[in-house]
């Protein structure tokens, strides 16, 4: 490998490489409960929260996370996951018939905060087979 190689290759890593790193590093997932439903949103990649209004809500529960994995992606039978820590968190079914899962590493939190929110009991999620 020649000087003008490597050159290339540390610019590759500075430009590319390290500010995917310190962004995957900072990059967070915020649950809020409000008085007008549960906002959400991944810190720094999105500004504003998005919103499940209580209006919306048909049914929660807490239930097992379906994967290890960290982020957003879609999975059958849990709609949208929103993961990043716990083996646990709320499975919410909206009027639309969408589903939404949130996990969390703070479940019980959440869904005592929910349960205010929606004045129910959240129960646990089980199969309907």
Known sequence: MNSMEFLLSLLAIVVFEIPI?????YTK??????PEGLGYRWWPLQK???MIFTSDIL???TRRSPSFN???HWIPGYGWVH???GRMGIQIKLRSGKKLFIGS?????LKSALE???NKRIGEFRNEF
């Open 21 to 25: 790193f310190i962004l995957i590093h």
């Open 29 to 34: 997932f915020e649950t809020t409960v409000w």
């Open 48 to 50: 504003k929260y998005r």
């Open 59 to 61: 049914d929660v529960k």
């Open 70 to 72: 960290y982020g957003v």
């Open 83 to 85: 993961n990043v820590s």
């Open 105 to 109: 590493g703070q479940v019980e939190e």
């Open 116 to 118: 205010k929110l929606l």
